[in-house]
């Protein structure tokens, strides 16, 4: 079965902290992985993908096959960091995606 | 602002009425998807369409949740004899097919009593 699995409900770091939010997947195939974020009282929107190998924000996200994470990074915190996150696989013959159950990421001053 | 609307953005009902949601999509998008939301969960997959052909829809959509894009543009979503369970927040998505760039709308968040 496709799924998408993030163990943290809450990620609670001080500004400047390091941040590494999880983000493990179950796929038969080559995956395809996104992080979605949303701040708050705004929409739902796309941070990053791992098809571009890009760095949103300070944010990056490395796929290891062999671990099957896709885990988002940022090595210094920022309070507008703070917000929910939440990974998403791209199914197998499918243009859905199916979404983890999010990390809540606090960054305090 | 040209993004994905939702309407109504609340709507409370008492179960066993019928409800119907809206969703415009960003004009170019050709694709749009219906997602559900319950507390503490991320974005559950209901249905998406390609112009006006549904392409998929979830196994957990129950025969009494209908979606429709009559035209191509504009999409509904139809909640016939409501249940507690259907509360949620529903969020519609868009995007240009062969990308899987979803943008989301501000959500529709159903309260059934």
């Known amino acids: 079965a496709q799924r998408v699995t993030q163990p943290e409900k809450l990620l609670s770091v001080f500004k400047g902290a390091p941040v590494e939010l999880k983000c493990n997947y179950s796929?038969?195939?080559?995956?395809?992985l996104f992080w979605y974020v949303q701040y708050s009282r705004q929409r739902l929107q796309l941070l990053l993908r791992?098809?571009s190998r890009e760095s949103i924000k300070g944010f990056t996200a490395d796929l290891n096959k062999g671990e099957t994470s896709f885990h988002l990074k940022k090595p210094f915190a920022q309070e507008e960091d703070s917000a929910m996150y939440y990974c998403?696989?791209?199914?197998?013959?499918?243009?859905?995606?199916?979404f983890g159950t999010g990390t809540r990421l606090q960054v305090f001053p | 602002d040209t993004g994905v609307s939702q309407n109504p953005r609340h709507k409370i009902t008492k179960r066993g009425q019928n409800v119907t949601f809206r969703c415009d999509p960003i004009?170019?998008?050709?694709?749009l998807y219906w997602y559900r939301q319950t507390l503490g969960q991320g974005p559950e997959f209901l249905t998406y369409?390609?112009?006006?052909?549904?392409?998929?829809k979830s196994r957990l959509l129950s025969d009494r949740f209908s979606a429709e894009r009559p035209k191509g543009s504009f999409s509904t979503l139809e909640i016939q004899r409501t249940e507690q369970g259907d509360s949620a927040m529903y969020l519609c998505?868009?995007?240009?097919?062969?990308?899987?760039?979803?943008?989301f709308g501000n959500g529709t968040r159903l309260t059934v009593t």
């Open positions: 791992h098809i």
């Open positions: 369409f390609q112009n006006e052909a549904q392409l998929e």
């Open positions: 998403a696989l791209r199914g197998h013959n499918t243009d859905k995606l199916i």
């Open positions: 004009s170019e998008h050709n694709r």
């Open positions: 998505a868009s995007s240009l097919a062969g990308t899987i760039d979803l943008h």
């Open positions: 796929y038969s195939g080559s995956p395809e």
